[in-house]
């Protein structure tokens, strides 16, 4: 940490910030510059609350160098966690698909997004049985009975399932049902939710918030870590921009930037980050290439009759082809597709 | 509502949507244009779930005319809801300002920052007892014991209290001892929270998210209406933008812009906004002067010794000259300040 | 500045950091952390690049400490500049305000503006001969005979003239007609433009880029300073968020921050900065409550006809409005307006 | 387009409406729905100018369906185009590597790169003479000396050249050097340089400004092929966003909307869109998988060194890794890579 003091900063101010800095525990060097004094800080061994000192006369920055998650850091953790769900991989050499409709709708809808997805190889199921939705009037999920469902899914094509949980009360009874529990992007920073998760012990999906930054999402999952669970898979969704009314941008970059700073998976969710088909298959293929574990994405047999988000679902037929595609460019940049 | 067909569409292809319209027990308007045709649609009262036309061939746009919320709405409500708290009010001529420290820390603290408020003529005092923080390591909050603080505090200064509900265990203990329940920015689209704060009988405080457009911040205020609490103060603390590291900028253009859409009252963050004492006078002078119904205002009585967002506070004595310049500068916008 | 070491760096890429940082005249400091070690350095009176060192190994950051910009900061000149345009000043206690439409669009039109701006009150008017213009197939501009109509105005109603310059040909001429040339929001990184203003005898009115950090609009104004130009006049117009398609917001907070970073004088554009009738007089009130030194308004006798940007102009009447509003909150907030 | 009416608009005024849209030389068709009339506008055969009917009573909004550029839409041009730069083809199924410096510095550093970077295949070179910088302060370029160096790299290696002209000024000469001419993100609404690019008879490489849209993106290109330069290849670049202190999102979905939009052809730049080397890598594999005509890669002998944005270029070996990568990945994309 350093403190930058302003440049009429008196050598008392200076002074009385270095007696603070003592009285954390923490010893002061001060560096006197040609305009202004800066003082290097050490001691200590993460990032610690400094923010009061921008409050201290003459004290005109508080400069962070070590990083504010512990956990969730690789300094901490220098090998990537592998999470194992029933066999399936996030984290190594394979690149991990989870697919299926947005919302649990009806059992004939899921058997039939189900079936083909299970034939098309891929091993994780995706639904959602509560959902977080923009307007009341919108359809809200079918609950409980979305998750019985769900378990008729596992229980008859072998499929292991992800669904959203949007709630404290609501977790534990999702968890039950579930083999990785989803956590939505408006939830990132809803840190009840989180800290229940992570006395969860099942596998947490976390979505990145939608204007949330690099240090605030792996702050999100150390929220989860530090409760004791250590299976957390991130997942980048898109952030908002001024790039066009209503669009998402997916930021790949994110992918190697995460791999830098963290030892946590980290998979792409093209289908929220796109927002239309047209641009999920091109996506897709860019998410495996710039370095994902693995996949989220929408399917549904008819997206013109899905109760949610329609739109950016893709057809069946549409994810047999976007399977084909990934499983060429799979060997091209070292991974195993399933 | 509209439907731009793609300039290619055929005959049959709009005779489908057409169709998919009278389904919906709509009516459809085609109009061919030269290049295309686009479709009006009449018969509904609020916006419909429209989406999924998205996904049907030769369909390039649904364009929505309808606001989807309806009881946030000025057209379903023309005059102004005006919220009394305890002879407070907000939306009407007056100016209701509502300051006290962001977390409530210790019995001495919040009685020497209540002291001055209430000696300040202001009469609704702030205090977080529960607090959503960006890492698990940063003060949570005092719980229960800092609610019974804030209850000291109405018993001894008379002042209302105002304190955050984070989760759907605690908002009814929250709603015990607060005149205001505050929900916060993480949480604008916590929507099992919005629903039971809905059920509360005690006004509600609602945040901006940090990325929420104003459709998503009057349907989160819709979830809240809609389960029969009319009573719905917004609050417009500054949105992420680019325009520096770790800035919010507050957007006061959005004061007269839900003016015009919304009945519901407006006050606005200047604390949370702007992030810095020296911004926090000038920001609150132009909240006044913007339109806003109050101001919601961080004052600690030793700042540098703050257990949460010290720097965004401003002092006791700094406290007072604000109060002094709002009241100068009410009577030139025709406001009643306290 | 200080150079931040990865906690996996060697002692040898430590000495070799220290050796570039001599190599480049300056002093370095290193400080031993318990996780990692940071590198202060002294001896640079402004900002050195030093981006380079950001390639050497085990280097993990650079941050620097002293701003980049000399002329337009401060710290090096630490009273406000007051710029007098013909007898009217921006940066001291008056409120200057600009007034006219936004292009020049026949002899009528100007006149019918200029007669009622000058009956006002007003001082300077607008008005654009040059015009950029997103799509090509807008209407660009009168061109010369657009100055000779403002040449006129100024003749005859004494007003200053104020008109933008949009490229390096013409703004010799420009500056030959006006007495404030204004450089566009387009242009704010238009380094060869920026650099022929400051080679011009007249004060120029900059325009924040829609995307620019402050550190970047003031760089821009250093560009105008540092040859030789010391009359430069800043302009808030709103930045690009996510907040609302197509919708500025206009960061008003920028304000009180420029004013500690620079002693330039800076004003506000609500036209620009919010885009429609609505939301213009309440934040030219906010503008003034917030500090700015004075206001840029299109005004048009007749919006509904307006060649360019006819949604963000007002009316004349409303113009006599906005004068009368902003005239009475000026000595709330201590500020002569005219 | 479509004008809708507020829910109070009067019969009057709707009829004022339709009669400002006949005499537009438009058909009006008047749609009366359950709380308020929408007005469909046929006859337009492009986007027309109507932002003034805004400002009629009782108008809300006014919703364009036809794209505003004409030239670069795809509708206008259904095939895509191909940009043949002496054999190195864009847009059809080549994908076209530009490597080179940032900026041209020096004959040793600029044959070092050259030969390295034809050894690896690749057939075009970049390097900037003129060079757009934040700071006054900042290496500006060699300017014509740097141009005669390129040009001895095209002599000595037969390397295609591509640099970038920053003003009207100078563009001939820079056209005149170059195989094509690169305009900036910064000067992507820089209308008079937009205009006389689009009369030379060279491509050109236009990149997308920090916050642009990709409407106005696309119209910054219709301005070059108005004036008669159908050679356009546009390029991402990466947009500000909140996402993180200074960095850029490289927005690669932008790739397959411009696809449907446009017939032009489309690359990326991971070097300025991810801002550090170990981003660089993975991004150009996510560029090539998702779609991308293309990619201008900085690469430099000596990063540590560069006079302007070493942090961002790779390394000459590093260079040699990516097009191995990039080769192997090609044949699964159905892209021939060189």
Known sequence: MFIVMSPGATREQIAAVCDEISRMGLKAHPINGTTRTAIGVTGNKTQVAADHLLVLSGVEDVVHVSSPYRLASRESHPDSTVINVGGVKFGGSEFSVIAGPCAVESREQLMTAANRVARAGVKLFRGGAYKPRTSPYSFQGLGKPGLELLA?????????????????????????????????????????????????????????????????????????????????????????????????????????????????????????????????????????????????????HAPEAALSDGPQAITLDEFDTLMAELRKLGPAVGRIVH
Request: with cysteine; charged share 25%.
């Open 152 to 300: 008729e899914v596992r229980a008859k094509y072998g499929l292991r399932i992800v669904t959203e949980a949007i709630d404290t009360e609501t977790i534990e009874m999702v968890a039950e049902y579930s083999d990785i529990i989803q956590l939505g992007a408006r939830n990132m920073q809803n840190f009840s939710l989180l800290k229940k998760a992570g006395r969860m012990r099942k596998p947490v999906l976390l979505k990145r918030g939608m204007a949330a930054t690099v240090e605030e999402f792996l702050l999100a999952a150390e929220y989860i870590l530090s409760e004791g669970n250590e299976q957390v898979i991130l997942c980048e969704r898109g952030i908002r921009t001024m790039a066009e009314p209503a669009r998402n941008v997916l930021d790949l970059a994110v992918i190697p930037q995460i791999k830098l700073l963290s030892h946590l998976p980290i998979i792409a969710d093209p289908s929220h980050g796109t927002g239309r088909q047209a641009r999920i298959l091109p996506m897709s293929r860019a998410s495996l290439a710039a370095g994902a574990d693995g996949l989220l994405i929408e399917v549904h």
